[in-house]
Each structure stands twice: as C-alpha cells, then as structure tokens.
C-alpha cells in the first residue's frame, strides 16, 4: 500500500468513512491492500479507538458504523484488582465497557521495526490500545481482537496511573 492510499484509509478512519456500503459480515475483509505488520496494526488500532469513541456517542449514525466495526459475537470484559468483569457482547458490550473506562485519551504504540509483510491480513490480529481516565487517574490497557478488519473480542483491566513532569531544572 502506498503512504497517500494509508493516509488516505487512516484520515477516512479517523472522521468514520463507512467501510463498505452495508454492514460487513464475517467474510467480507477491508484491508486487502495492507502490505505490513505496522500498516496493519496502525488501522486496526484506529479502529479500536473510533470504535470506543462511537460507543461512547449513541445515535443512530453511530449505532450503523458501530455495527460495520464489531461482530455481534465480540466479548467484552474487563477487570480491576483480582475482580474479572464480564460487559456482554456486541455493540451493547462495546457500550458497556467504553463506559466502565470514562476515557477522555488514548494512546498505542506504532510498528517501529522493519516494514515487515503481514502473512493474513484478514486472519486474526491483536493490537493493544490504552485508554486513560484523567478523572480517576486509571489507565485501561485494552487487548482487542480483530478477525476479518473486525473486533470480534476486547477484554482490558483497571491499572492505577501516576503521571508527573521531569524538573531537569534541579541539579
């Protein structure tokens, strides 16, 4: 894939482009045109965070590229502590864990290896997305699974977060 065509798909990503004209079944797969592990992991952590950015905004518009971004089968969880929290499944899942995290950020990781060619870019991929709490000061680090370009399964836990600026002023 050329960098303008991944702009290109990120930019649409990002401002919620639909993926295809209808809601995507489990065969139908988006990302023909990804040649690598770190364009791949780019998109789908894209996706990861337009998906939580929509559930947290309900309405019918959202309700449709939801249903584009996550099978109806996904798992939700999440957890604290040492308590597990099943959040359901589907959309309602999604909803239920964006609003168990009360994310105002977000932050992952890029591919900053080699451009590495991806062998099944419509078979399973994980990619992990952090998402932090400013209020409670909690960061949520999310595992999300996609299969065919959708989540089919995310499952995160509450970590306790300490931020602070370096002083370098101080000998």
């Known amino acids: 894939m050329k960098v303008s065509s991944l702009a290109t798909l990120l930019i ?18 988006d990302l023909g ?7 791949l992991q780019a998109i789908l952590s894209i996706r990861a965070v337009d998906a939580v950015r929509l559930a947290a905004a309900p ?9 584009q971004l996550v099978s109806s ?17 589907g959309v309602d899942g999604l909803r239920a864990l964006t609003k ?9 990781y890029g591919w900053d290896g080699i451009p ?18 400013a209020t409670s000061r909690d960061a949520f680090p ?15 836990w509450r970590r306790s977060l300490e931020t ?3 002083d370098r002023s101080r000998d």
């Open 12 to 29: 649409a990503s990002s401002f919620g482009a639909p993926l295809a004209a209808s809601p995507a079944t489990p065969d139908d797969c």
């Open 100 to 108: 168990h995290m009360n994310a105002a950020s977000f932050r992952y």
């Open 116 to 133: 590495t060619p991806v062998q099944d870019v419509c078979g399973v991929q994980k990619v992990k997305v952090e998402f932090i709490d």
């Open 59 to 67: 309405s019918a518009t959202t309700d449709r590229r939801l249903a």
């Open 164 to 166: 602070g600026q370096i």
């Open 33 to 39: 045109e990804v040649q690598t592990i770190g364009e």
């Open 142 to 156: 999310v595992t999300f699974t996609f299969e065919a370009g959708r989540i089919v399964a995310a499952g995160g």
């Open 73 to 89: 089968s996904a798992q939700f969880s999440s957890g604290g502590g040492d308590v597990g929290l099943p959040m359901g499944m």
